[in-house]
């Protein structure tokens, strides 16, 4: 479990970590390549770790845009001018690449399908760790922690694609776990 005790845990997180800030942004401004207007303007932002936060807005706010710079996808593969400041676990993410957040930072986009990839329930938990390094044992546990998390303990070896609507958005949540 993570430090909060709220879910499963991060190779980031590490509880003798004093430093509770886990994101920290200042003056966080993209602009897409071929755009006139800014995807985000000056956006400060402090989550401290353990803490629960929505992120809501009309489309075009700049929500996929911010979850973006937080795994690194921008600037590191989405080009796009980026200005001010952004730490996220004591990273740089436009110094790091998205390999190195990986174990910090997971997305599950509004289109989760697309995400899915592997031809079971297992398969698809342990994708991630499995290319981050974690040995086979942890892997074992962490699947078996992340689909008891998300309510899909037993489905191990189901396929994805016949799983319901809300069961493959939970899988995309434990896969990013």
């Known amino acids: 479990m993570n430090d ?32 006139e207007s800014q995807a ?14 929505a992120l809501v807005g009309h489309t075009g706010a700049g929500k ?46 509004q289109e989760f399908e697309n995400q899915l990839f592997s031809t079971n329930v297992e398969q698809e938990v342990a994708f991630g760790p499995e290319n981050l390094g974690v040995e086979p044992g942890e892997i074992r546990a962490r699947i078996k922690e992340c689909l008891e998390f998300v309510g899909l303990a037993g489905f191990e070896n189901r396929e994805p694609a016949a799983l319901s609507g809300g069961e493959k958005q939970r899988l995309a949540i434990a896969s990013v776990l």
């Open 64 to 109: 996929s845009t911010l979850l973006k710079c937080l795994n690194g996808l921008i600037p590191n593969f989405q080009r796009c001018e980026l200005t001010g400041s952004l730490n996220v676990y004591g990273l740089i993410p436009r110094e790091h690449g998205v390999s190195e957040l990986a174990g910090a930072v997971g997305i599950v986009f």
């Open 40 to 53: 985000l303007k000056g956006i400060d932002l402090e989550l401290e770790r353990g803490e629960a936060v």
């Open 4 to 35: 909060s005790g709220e879910g499963p845990r991060t190779d980031a997180q590490d509880p003798s970590d004093n430093h509770h800030l886990i994101v920290e942004a200042e003056g966080l401004t993209v602009r897409y390549q071929g755009s």
